[in-house]
Each structure stands twice: as C-alpha cells, then as structure tokens.
C-alpha cells in the first residue's frame, strides 16, 4: 500500500511537470520505453532493485542506458528515483502516468478481448464504435483468447462488453436453465 502511495507521488510529480512544458506524449513514450527495456531484461531489473548494489552502480548504468537518448526531465527522474530507492517502482508509476496523462488528454484505454487477432480494420471499426459510444478517443489494448469462439469482449474501465458467442451461450444456457 505504502508502495502504491509512494508511486502515486512520483507519477503525479512527473505528470505535472510534463503538463507545463507540453510533453504529456513524450514524457509517457519515454516512461514507457523504459519500462520495457526493464521487462526485457530481467537481469537489470533485479539489479535495480537490489539493496546490495550501491546507487552509485545503478545511477552509472542509467546513464549508459539513457544519457542522451531520453529527454533530461525523464534522464534525470531516473537517476533521482535511484537516489531515493524508488527505481523498483519505475513500472508502476509509468502506468499511474498514463492513466493520469490519457485522462488529462480525453483519451480511455479499452481492453479488447478477441478470438483470433484482430486486423486493422477490424480495429479501427471497434476503435470508431467506441468513440461513437463513450464520446471519447479511445486506445485499444489487444488481447487473444480462443475460448472466446468468436466476436469480442470489450473492457472499458470498470464497464464491460461481451459481444461474444461463448458470452451468448452462456447467456442462452443461463435463459434456458431458469425457464424450466
């Protein structure tokens, strides 16, 4: 808990500077390229987030990773999240960024649940029907589940959408199992 408080803090400190020099895009691009290079990397990740290994270490391979390669608000975060221990929490406060930049940009992200992948038009048809329906630009996140048969489930904040045929079985079997 302390931990999501303590992100919280952070995001919404980078957030804010991000709004006043108009970097809301960027600033989250960045945030969120970082995270990833730590996803991909496992090994950086725990070295990160070792107590043993001295900040002194960990603020020198931040530079060799990012000096000159991310903006210097976002360089120097980096290197400011390692002075006060906080790098283990990078992750969550890219995600606590988006949700806060995405809002103060009108934009809500839908989590769209498809059979099989879905194509771009496809999308951009899903992506318009949204639109249309929360009167907002939205961003569609893409997952697979084949056990979904066909159609697609739509997560959209705490509002969901089942638009497919293993949710219209069940709600048939459901119909048919209390008509009896």
């Known amino acids: 808990m302390l931990n999501l408080q303590l992100a919280h803090k952070y995001s919404r400190a980078i957030f804010e500077l991000a709004e ?8 989250g691009e ?3 390229e970082v995270k990833k290079d730590l996803e991909a990397i496992p090994e950086a990740k725990a070295f990160f987030a070792n107590p043993q290994v001295e900040r002194k270490a960990k603020k020198e391979l931040v530079t060799k990773m990012y000096e ?3 903006s210097s608000s976002i360089y120097h975060f980096l290197l400011l999240l390692v002075d006060k221990r906080r790098f283990a929490l990078l ?8 949700e806060m930049a995405n809002a103060a940009r009108g934009i ?3 989590d769209v649940t498809t059979a099989q992948p879905a194509t771009k038009a496809q999308q951009e048809k ?4 949204l639109q249309q329906v929360t009167g907002k630009k939205v961003e569609l996140r893409l997952h697979e589940n084949p056990a ?5 489930v739509v997560k ?5 959408i089942d638009g497919s045929v293993a949710g219209r079985l069940q709600a048939l079997q459901k119909e048919l199992l209390t008509s009896k």
């Open 148 to 152: 979904l048969l066909g159609g697609v």
């Open 30 to 32: 960045e945030l969120l």
């Open 91 to 98: 992750g969550v406060i890219a995600e606590q960024y988006r």
């Open 108 to 110: 809500v992200i839908a």
């Open 68 to 70: 000159g390669e991310l």
């Open 126 to 129: 899903i992506a318009q029907k």
């Open 156 to 160: 959209i904040g705490d509002r969901r």
């Open 20 to 27: 006043e020099e108009g970097k809301l895009e960027k600033y």
